[in-house]
Structure formats: structure tokens, C-alpha cells
């Protein structure tokens, strides 16, 4: 039954709401959902048969931008002027990208190797986020014709592993295609919402979501109670998906016909032929036991079982990788619940056979694979709309969050794995008299020292009024939002000044750089230990010299010269072991000062009691 909506206040039948659009922004290809009727459903082309926009950007001229299934069809013709794969580019560096730059066939300027990449096209350059934007643009058009009526807010998705700089840089492609992004939604989320699971206010359950599409693989593994998401590990490979089951075929049939494979794949023209005729045998034996075909002379036979030993080393991997992430979840495939399937290469039997031998439970794969994470995202923006319960989406930070601290020590602020949204706040001080602006640096990663960590980024709390070392309270505090954006604020509590900024990382950060960090961060565990034991040595050292000169000046009369002269003495010795790098001198010399001055420090104080009691009137 339909609702009408009424507005109390001016006594009128509401305005139809707005539709909130839900998109899969994808690697390959990216398609847009509403709610219709009550239901999730992904919105065709003009032919009505195609939901899928294939996420590619042809520049036919500097003005004339083609995207989807016409932009494909230059793939081969135009490679220089037809950018694909965008995704992979999103939030990234040069450095970043350098190791994968010879499999895109357009050019990626390389300049400026520390800032956000960017596409030469022509003589003109655009960036990812540009790129994305068109795509997103055309998406809006299609649901728009579709509708229409204009919409202007929608929900997009990512994958779970995308970190800060890849999500804001997909917020920035919504904005500039002109919506207004409610939410970036993790896509394994937005796959489970598809299958109504989560909607359920009582569910306590543990899900499975295995994405393998045509060039990525994708495991997360995610925990749902009390209507909140969360992920509890993820896994995958970037570079493996139905691409290589078709380069499996190609190379089969190659060998069948006694060809070698480095001379046939120089010609551009039949490679291409052969890997499609490759990909029509793959779809085919999803449904049937044989294909056959003939491509330029070359004969081309498979059945399904030659086809299923031919990628079971492919299956294989994806299969270790859900066991790695189960182990990282510190669960077993008796914990899972739900396995949902996504992606158009789930379609194929013996992935589906190997995933619910794995997991050793039904896999989830009524609707279209290709879809599904389009349809949550429209059900999360119906969410959104406030026509469905509220649900909550928490996610987890990949990496530690800290900031710089004296000596460059990383000061965890917070911890890897922590749950998102999360609010932490730390108290600091400052290390030198009269300090008036601090440096708050932002870091990203799992070493104890920053500079083997990746900077996020960095500002100056200016104006703290002229205080002695230690005195002045600053609040640092980290607020990582539902999308995983970083907010840093900073406060100086005695005078209230503050400042606060938006962390937007300048350049992203690969998953392998990221399992890089974290296996960097366990193989130096034991010289990063040492290294923080002798910095946080000398950082205590030096405020006790510091300390030591103010009680010398300030209780010269209570002390002997005999006193203040061994004090110096002692002083100057620490000072020496600090300019060393024995952490157990410096300690030995900290213990030694503080034996001898501690007596002193009792009378010191005792006197200066006296001196107080004796002046105050009763
Ligand atoms: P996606 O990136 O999720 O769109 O998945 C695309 C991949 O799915 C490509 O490698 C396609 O060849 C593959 N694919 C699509 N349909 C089928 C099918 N019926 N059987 C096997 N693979 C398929």
C-alpha cells in the first residue's frame, strides 16, 4: 500500500521524496539501483536489456566524452584517448602505482612522484577522481532518463579495504558528477543488505562475502548485531579474476594447436579475437558441458571438466585467501553463517562448488552476481531516505592512526582494527619554555618510528600562550567518521585555543603497501623496540636536565656549593650518555641523579613550605 505523506505544519500533502540512487562504482564496470515499489533494481540502458555501464572514458575530442559500451569499443582502436581501470588509480601516487604502470595502455603522467596521479589524454590531464566523475555522470544520466526527474543524492561503494584517501577521493567524484554523497558504503556490506541480511533488528550473524569479478578478488568477512556492520578482516588479490581464466583457455587452445604463445599474442588483432572467443567459452560452460568454435584457423575445444583443471590452481588461491581471512577474523568456517557471491566470475560452477565445500555451507547466489552490490547500496540509501529502519554501517581502520611525538616516536592514537566511527582523545604537552605553536604531525602505519610510517598529513596549533615546559594541556583528538575520514583536532585546554583540520592524505596507498607495512612492522619489531626504548630513555633524560637546572636556580640559597657542584656534576654526566646510543647508560645515569637530588628535592621542599606557612595569615 502506497503511504501519503503529510506535511502538519502548512496543512499540505508532502512533496514526493527524492529518490536516493544507489551506485557500484566498479573496476570494470559500474551500474546505479533505486528502490521501486519496495524493491531494489538496477536500471537498464536504452535497449532495456544491459544494466552493466562498463566503468571506461573515451575522449572522442577534448569536449566529447563518451563512457560505458561505446567507450569499450575503443578500447582497441583508441587505447591512448580510452582510460580503463580508473578504480585502481583512485587516491594513489605515482610511487604508488609504478610497479603496475606498463598494464594500463594510456599514459599516466610521472612528474611529480609524491602527488596524486594523473592521466594524459591529448595534451590535456585529469585525474582519477575526474575520470570517475564522468562515469558517475553517465550514471546519473541513464537513472535520470530512466526517472525522469533530476536526482542529486546517492550512496556509492568501495571496497571494504579502501583506505582515507581513496574514499575521499571517491566522495570528490560524486560531488564534482554533482551528488551530494550521503554515504560511502563498503561493498561487501552493501552485498549482504542485498540478500536482506542485517535488515533483521535481532541478527547476530557472521558473513562471508567472496567477490571475484574479471580482474580482482575480494574476500571480507563481516559481522552483523544490533543492525550494525561490521568488518572483521578482509583478503584477496588485486590481480586475479575471470581475466585469467580466459588467458588459461587462450593458452590451452594454443598449445592444442602446437602455436607458441609469445608470437600469436603479438598480433593485437587476434589475441583480442582469441581472448573473446576465450571469455564466450568461459561464460557458455557455466551452463553447458562443451564449447566449441574456430578463430582465424585456430580451433578452439573445451569442455567444462578440461576448463575446471585448467583454473582450479586460480580457485585454489582464492581459496587460501578466505582461509587467511578467517584466520585474521579468529574465527572458522563453522562461525560463518552466510556466504554471499558477487561478482560475474561466481558464476562459474567450480568456484561455486569449491566456496561451499570451503565453507562447507550454501552459498548465496540467487541474484545477479554483477548486481548485487548495486541493489544494497539502493537499499542502504533507502535507509538513508528514512524509509526503512536505521541501520548502522561500522567499519575497521586498516592501520594505525598516531601522531609524531619528541624523538619521532609514533604515538598511537588509534589502534589498528579499531572499530568506525571512533572518537579518541589524548592530552600532550609541550617539551620547551614558552613553546607558543605545536606541530602535530599525522601518521598512518604500524613502526614504531614515523618515518617508517606513512604522513598523512600536518598543522600548527598557533597562539598557545607562553607557558613552562609541561604546563600548557593539549587535547589532540582523532574522529574517524562512518565513511573513514580523519578529522584531527587539537586544543590547548588552559586558554582554549584550538584548531582543527580535515586529514585528506595526498596520495593513497596500495594493499600491497599495506600488507608491506604491517609485515614490516613484525619483522623490525625487536629493532623498533630498541630504538623507542632509547628514545623514550633520552626523551626522560632530557627533562630531568631540564628539571635539574630549573631546582639548581631556583634553590640556590638551600643548597651548598659542595651540593650544587656534584648535582652539576651529574647532570653533565647524563648529559653525555644522552649523546650516546647505550639506553642502559643513560637509565644507569638517570638513576644515579635522581639518588643524589632526591634528599636535596625533600629538604628543597621542606623549606619552601615553611617559607610558605610562615607568610600565610590565619
Ligand atoms: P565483474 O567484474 O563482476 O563485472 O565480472 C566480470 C567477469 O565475470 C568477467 O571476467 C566475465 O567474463 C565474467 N563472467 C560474466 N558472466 C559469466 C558467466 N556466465 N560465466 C562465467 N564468467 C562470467
Not at 585454489?316 to 566470475?345: E, F, P, W
Not at 541474484?367 to 536505521?390: K, S
Not at 619489531?525 to 631546582?551: H, P, T, V, Y
Request: net charge negative; with cysteine; charged share 25%.
Amino acid at each position: 500500500m502506497a503511504k501519503i505523506g503529510i506535511n502538519l505544519k502548512e496543512g499540505k500533502i508532502a512533496d514526493k521524496k527524492e529518490v536516493i540512487i544507489g551506485i557500484d562504482l566498479g573496476t570494470t564496470n559500474s551500474l546505479v539501483a533505486y528502490i521501486k515499489d519496495g524493491n531494489a533494481v538496477a536500471v537498464k540502458d536504452k535497449t532495456g536489456k544491459n544494466t552493466l555501464v562498463p566503468s571506461i572514458v573515451h575522449f572522442a575530442s577534448p569536449t566529447e566524452v563518451i563512457v560505458g559500451d561505446q567507450a569499450k569499443e575503443r578500447l582497441i582502436s583508441d587505447p591512448q584517448n580510452t582510460i580503463y581501470s580508473v578504480k585502481r588509480l583512485m587516491g594513489k601516487s605515482h610511487q604508488d602505482v609504478a610497479n603496475f604502470e606498463q598494464y594500463f595502455g594510456y599514459t599516466i603522467l610521472d612528474e611529480d612522484t609524491e602527488s596524486l596521479v594523473k592521466i594524459r589524454v591529448g595534451d590535456r590531464y585529469y585525474t582519477p577522481i575526474e575520470l570517475s566523475a564522468n562515469i558517475l555522470t553517465e550514471l546519473k544520466t541513464r537513472i535520470e532518463q530512466s526517472l525522469g526527474e533530476t536526482v542529486s543524492k546517492a550512496v556509492i561503494t568501495v571496497p571494504a579495504y579502501f583506505n582515507d584517501a581513496q574514499r575521499q577521493a571517491t566522495r570528490d567524484a560524486g560531488k564534482l558528477a554533482g551528488l551530494d554523497v550521503l554515504r560511502i558504503v563498503n561493498e561487501p556490506t552493501a552485498a549482504s543488505l542485498a540478500y536482506g541480511i542485517g535488515l533483521d533488528e535481532n541478527a547476530d550473524q557472521t558473513i562471508a562475502v567472496y567477490d571475484l569479478g574479471g580482474g580482482t578478488f575480494d574476500i571480507s568477512i563481516l559481522h552483523i548485531q544490533n543492525g550494525i556492520f561490521e568488518v572483521l578482516s578482509t583478503n584477496g588479490d588485486t590481480f586475479l579474476g575471470g581475466d585469467d581464466f580466459d588467458r588459461a583457455i587462450v593458452d590451452f587452445w594454443l598449445k592444442q594447436n602446437n602455436l607458441n604463445t609469445k608470437e600469436v599474442m603479438q598480433d593485437k588483432a587476434l589475441s583480442q579475437a582469441l581472448r573473446l572467443g576465450a571469455e564466450e567459452a568461459k561464460q557458455k560452460l557455466s551452463t553447458q558441458e562443451e564449447f566449441k568454435t574456430e578463430i582465424q584457423g585456430i580451433k578452439g575445444e573445451l569442455t567444462r571438466a578440461d576448463f575446471n583443471v585448467l583454473i582450479q590452481p586460480l580457485v585454489d588461491k582464492t581459496i587460501t585467501a578466505c582461509r587467511l581471512a578467517l584466520k585474521d577474523a579468529k574465527l572458522t568456517t563453522k562461525d560463518i553463517d552466510h556466504i554471499v557471491m558477487v561478482g560475474g566470475s561466481t558464476r562459474v560452477p567450480l568456484v561455486k562448488t569449491e566456496v561451499a565445500q570451503f565453507f562447507e555451507k550454501a552459498i548465496h547466489d540467487e541474484l545477479n552476481p554483477d548486481e548485487v552490490v548495486a541493489l544494497g547500496a539502493a537499499i542502504q540509501a533507502d535507509v538513508l531516505a528514512g524509509n526503512q529502519r536505521d541501520i548502522l554501517l561500522l567499519d575497521i581502520t586498516p592501520l594505525s592512526l598516531g601522531i609524531e611525538t619528541v624523538g619521532g616516536l609514533m604515538d598511537v592514537i588509534i589502534a589498528r582494527n579499531a572499530k568506525v566511527p571512533s572518537k579518541v582523545g589524548r592530552q600532550y604537552t609541550t617539551s620547551v619554555d614558552g613553546q607558543v605553536n605545536l606541530k602535530i604531525a599525522v601518521f598512518q602505519g604500524e613502526r614504531d618510528m614515523v618515518t617508517d610510517n606513512r604522513k598523512l598529513g600536518e598543522f600548527i596549533l598557533k597562539g598557545i600562550p607562553p607557558m613552562p615546559a609541561g604546563i600548557p594541556k593539549i587535547e589532540i583528538q582523532f574522529i574517524l567518521n562512518a565513511d573513514g575520514i580523519l578529522k584531527v583536532k587539537a586544543k590547548e585546554l588552559r586558554s582554549g585555543v584550538e584548531q582543527e583540520i580535515d586529514i585528506k592524505a595526498q596520495y593513497g596507498i596500495s594493499e600491497e603497501e599495506m600488507a608491506k607495512m604491517l609485515i614490516d612492522s613484525i619483522q623490525n619489531a625487536k629493532g623498533d623496540m630498541e630504538k623507542r626504548a632509547l628514545l623514550e630513555a633520552r626523551n626522560e633524560a632530557n627533562n630531568i636536565i631540564l628539571s635539574g637546572e630549573k631546582f639548581i636556580v631556583h634553590n640556590a640559597k638551600i643548597l651548598s656549593d659542595e651540593e650544587t657542584k656534584t648535582t652539576k656534576a651529574l647532570l653533565e654526566a647524563l648529559r653525555q650518555t644522552v649523546a650516546g646510543e647505550d639506553k642502559d647508560a643513560i637509565n644507569k645515569a638517570m638513576e644515579e641523579l635522581n639518588a643524589y637530588t632526591g634528599p636535596l628535592a625533600h629538604r628543597a621542599m621542606d623549606v619552601n613550605i615553611a617559607a610558605a606557612m610562615k607568610g600565610k595569615k590565619i
